[in-house]
């Protein structure tokens, strides 16, 4: 079964655009999860949608936003992007039935804004 | 709300000896714990999970952890550390399985292995 992947892999930005980023779960998950790590604050989760829909979000401004079409795939958004924003972004999927409710990562999209 | 504590920001063994990573979380509720390892450049790799069934719990690589609710702790320990070790490893806490699910994560220890 293909993991998750995230593209692009690796993004340069200046300050002010905003970006798209994309991720594809594994198939069959209905769960996609964002987290941003960056050296100074670690890991932290953004938010989480499962069935297009957000039903969880973390403690970041309303720059950052996302989506997930039907087939589960899902985008995430930063606008206006500020330096604070270069991190690796990472993507994560999860079956929805117990006891599968770990996550899978998939390798990063790392952005980098100028 | 839930919180991960990781003892050492970085460790250094040498091959052949006894891995140690310390894991200490807070949770209001029985929590749901992880241990992920990130190698350079990739995402983050599950190496086992505390599924509330058993205590000590065998994950990938011949990494196990041992859940202790009176300590708060779930430490990952490998009897025998192999160069192909060396990596940061996360711990990791949910306090829901279902639609509240979302990982928080330890600040992240780093594993040296020495020849």
């Known amino acids: 079964k293909a993991g998750v992947t995230q593209t692009p892999r690796y993004l340069i930005k200046t300050r002010g655009q905003q970006v798209t980023l994309s991720c594809s779960p594994i198939?069959?998950?209905?769960?996609v999860s964002w987290y941003q790590q960056t050296p100074g604050q670690g890991l932290q989760f953004l938010f989480e949608?499962?069935?297009?829909?957000?039903?969880n979000k973390g403690n970041f401004p309303g720059r950052f936003s996302g989506r997930q079409f039907s087939n589960s795939r899902s985008e995430m958004n930063v606008s206006t992007l500020e330096l604070g924003d270069s991190a690796l972004y990472l993507c994560?999927?999860?079956?929805?039935?117990?006891?599968?409710?770990?996550?899978?990562f998939g390798p990063g999209t790392r952005l980098t804004v100028t | 709300a839930q919180s991960v504590t990781q003892l050492g920001s970085h460790v250094s063994v040498s091959e052949g000896a006894l891995v140690l990573l310390r894991c200490n979380y807070s949770?209001?509720?029985?929590?749901?714990l992880f241990w992920y390892v990130q190698y350079p450049n990739q995402g983050l790799q599950l190496l086992l999970k505390?599924?509330?069934?058993?205590?000590l719990v065998k994950g990938i690589n011949g990494f196990e952890a041992e859940f202790k609710k009176s300590e708060t702790s779930f430490h990952l320990t490998k009897p025998s550390a192999h160069m192909s070790d060396a990596a940061e490893y996360f711990c990791?806490?949910?306090?829901?399985?279902?639609?509240?699910?979302?990982?928080?994560f330890g600040k992240g220890t780093l594993l040296t292995v020495n020849p």
């Open positions: 949770s209001s509720v029985p929590p749901y």
């Open positions: 994560a999927s999860r079956a929805s039935n117990w006891p599968d409710y770990e996550q899978y």
């Open positions: 505390y599924t509330s069934a058993a205590t």
């Open positions: 949608y499962f069935s297009e829909t957000q039903r």
């Open positions: 198939s069959g998950h209905r769960s």
């Open positions: 990791a806490v949910s306090e829901s399985g279902g639609s509240n699910y979302k990982l928080t």
